[in-house]
């Protein structure tokens, strides 16, 4: 059979569901006012939160640095061979030092990081219980990795301790470990996972935690640590911190943090770490500078807050259906695809770029409108995007 026999049915298929996924051009630079496909749109659609992705302040840190003779784009190499530059370093203690954590490591994206600490941690005998609706990477990285992988319903803490329990009993005679899997920030729905209760369980069943805080860091808690101080909570010295740095940070790249043993044993055994070229260093000193402007954000973050209430007033207001989420990711439930796909369309024709989130990326029946708030965005492009959606509910 060739590609195309195989494929092409596949494809088709796709179209007919309303599941095909294309990829709009970009022609302007990340901002909230944007050309995408050729329209000039205000853009609410993007993780920018804190409007750093085209900061003047990071744009000249690179310049400065690529105009000294220390400074490369490329890194070269690994980071075990000769790849490890000092930008990358500084970069690393700086995050460390931020979230009061022993050690932080780089990755050069979110999806990696999550193969590399599952896949390096967890062994024969362990088992992962991961909450239903994490990130895809986090559930990629549970199934190559050599533990059971089990779900529990999402943010349902009884049902995730009736798995701790069992999970307890079937180790009895086996042994391993038992690793909780949640995201921080829940990327589609924009809620919170409620960590105080998982770190209870966590300290009640001897497991490990993963918090995966894409959406958390820079956004949430006084100084942008993310869902545990916006919880009032420490980490403590079995919790791994995920933090992805192409969303509030405005750059691109991740990290893990957390203990000194926790990162040495990644650099020893993490195969999407090891076998893959460090990020440019030009990056890290993005990220260095994009540090600075998130731990002093106290303004941006406050921004959103009151962007945030603003929306999900003027939402409720009109009777859209919100999922109750406190972040910048605000979803308008539809269910269908095809609605979705209808109320995305009327919001570009009127100026608005809105992405329809479809199955399989959430479940069936939820498809949805998913809205991303930045500190960016004024008080009118929020005013004018609750009246575009006003007249999607008139017209479609
Ligand atoms: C975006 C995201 C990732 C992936 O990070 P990348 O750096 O984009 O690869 C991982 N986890 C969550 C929760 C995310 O939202």
Redesign the pocket.
Known sequence: MSIQQRFQPLLMQRKQEDLYRSRPLVTSAQSTHMQINGLNVINFSS?DYLGLANHPQIKHALIQALQTKDTSYGSGAAHLITGHHLPHHLAEDGLADWLEAERALL????????LAVQQALMQANDIILADKL?????IDGAQQSAATLKRYPHNDIKALERRLKQSKETQKERGGEILIVT?????MDGDIAPLKEIQALVHQYQAWLLV????GFGVLGQQGRGCFEHLGLTPDENTIL?G????AFGC???FVAGSTTLIEALIQLARPYIYTTAMPPLNAIAILEALKLVQNAHASRETLTQHIQQFRTGALQIGLTLIDSPTPIQAIILKQSHTAIAWSEHLKQQGFWATAIRPPTVPKNQARLRITLSAQHNTKDITQLLNALKNCQIDL
Not at 107 to 114: E, I, L, R, V
Not at 183 to 187: I, L, M, N, P, Q
Not at 244 to 247: A, D, I
């Open positions: 993780n990755f050069s994206t979110g999806y990696m990081a999550n994490c990130h895809a990477s986090l995201d921080g920030v829940f990327s995966d805080d894409a959406h995920v992805t740095l192409g969303k691109s790249g991740a």
